[in-house]
């Protein structure tokens, strides 16, 4: 988003006053401890204050646990403001000062943050595209990784097989010779978005209308899809471990409509500057975060019903990255 300065000092002032309001602004402490694992104490970087945030959704507060575990095995004296409400205001605490480093999505840095209505399909592109034009908001982006939390629709395995649909491409022929058979379960503002279904609609040439639609909350789509008889299809994101948990069908999105939505280490360029290392110590901890590794992550919160710092640490040990005292 591209503010005016008096815009900007209100957001930020509004920011200030809701973290403050939340008890959050001096920020609290990590949940567990590490201890150096692959990850090393780095000279340049121990005592260092870092306050790593993150918005208020599984996903969301795994990454931010990452990266303090991260920066605690570093050295760093680091605090959790994990957790914040809403895009906007992760954003806004940033640009504050109240955050130094977060991960955030290419797609929402760049639609939202930026205002640009059309996405860049190719990944490296569009982190490229972000990078380059956030530096003026004093923002460093670093270490994209391979998980692209972005739009889906699914299926249930009986249905995928029942309708032979592998594929967007698929769906769209579905929607021509049995338009009933292709009902849709969508949320409110996926349903109106030209990054969601009208869009999709135009890009893979079926009648939008043509299509039977029951808008729902998302947390319900998902078992509504799974159940297969509210919702034939449903919109997903597509690294909801509930799609793994449920044994959903993701449709592959053939046409490259859907934004990417890349998740990657956000650093106030103060503190990018202050400590280089940062970067350097995330981007094999990115490198590491497939779509596949996140789904998991969230499965174990969302289904298994896991402390997420819990399940971030538990990662980190897995990989390597970080020890806990006695092993």
Same mark, same amino acid.
């Given at each position: ?15 200030? @006053? ?10 609290? =402490? ?16 121990? #005592? ?18 990452? &990266? ?5 095995? !570093? ?53 490229? !595209? ?22 889906? &629709? ?19 022929? &579905? @929607? ?49 899809? =799974?159940? #297969? ?33 890349? =998740? ?64």
């Amino acid at each position: 988003m591209r503010h005016s300065t008096r815009q900007l000092i209100a957001l930020c002032a509004i920011v200030t @006053v809701a973290l403050t309001g939340c008890g959050l602004q001096s920020g609290g =402490a990590v949940p567990l401890s590490v201890e150096p694992g692959s990850i090393k104490s780095m000279p340049g970087l121990e #005592g260092a204050e870092l306050t790593v945030g993150s918005k208020d959704f599984t996903e969301q507060i795994i990454l931010g646990y990452i &990266l303090e575990f991260a920066m605690s095995a !570093a050295g760093a004296d680091v605090r959790d403001l994990t957790n914040i409400s809403g895009s906007n205001s992760t954003r806004q605490a940033m640009i504050a000062g109240q955050v130094d480093l977060s991960y955030e999505y290419t797609g929402t840095g760049w639609i939202n943050y930026q205002g640009n209505e059309t996405p860049i399909t190719d990944a490296t592109e569009q982190f490229d !595209a972000v990078r380059d034009a956030d530096t003026e908001n004093g923002i460093v982006w670093v270490n994209p990784a391979p998980m692209d939390n972005t739009y889906a &629709l699914a299926t249930n395995r009986a249905t995928a097989e029942q309708t032979g649909v592998k594929t967007l491409s698929d769906y769209a022929a &579905l @929607v021509a010779r049995d338009p009933a058979a292709s009902a849709l379960c969508v949320e409110t503002e996926f349903n109106s978005r030209q990054d969601g279904f009208p869009g999709l609609a135009a890009t893979y040439g079926f009648d939008a209308n043509a299509v039977p639609r029951q808008i729902l909350q998302t947390g319900i789509i998902y078992q509504a899809t =799974a159940d #297969g008889s509210q919702c034939k299809f449903g919109e997903v994101f597509t690294t909801d471990g509930r799609i793994k948990g449920l044994d959903l069908v993701v449709l592959e999105d053939d046409k490259n409509f859907f934004p990417r939505y890349n =998740a990657t280490v956000v650093i106030r360029s103060k503190i990018a500057e202050e400590y280089p290392q940062i970067a350097e110590i995330t981007a094999p901890i990115s490198a590491a975060l497939t779509n596949d590794e996140i789904t998991e992550l969230n499965k174990q919160v969302d289904v298994d019903g896991r402390e997420p710092a819990d399940v971030a640490r538990d990662w980190m040990v897995e990989k390597g990255f970080v020890t806990v005292e006695g092993d």
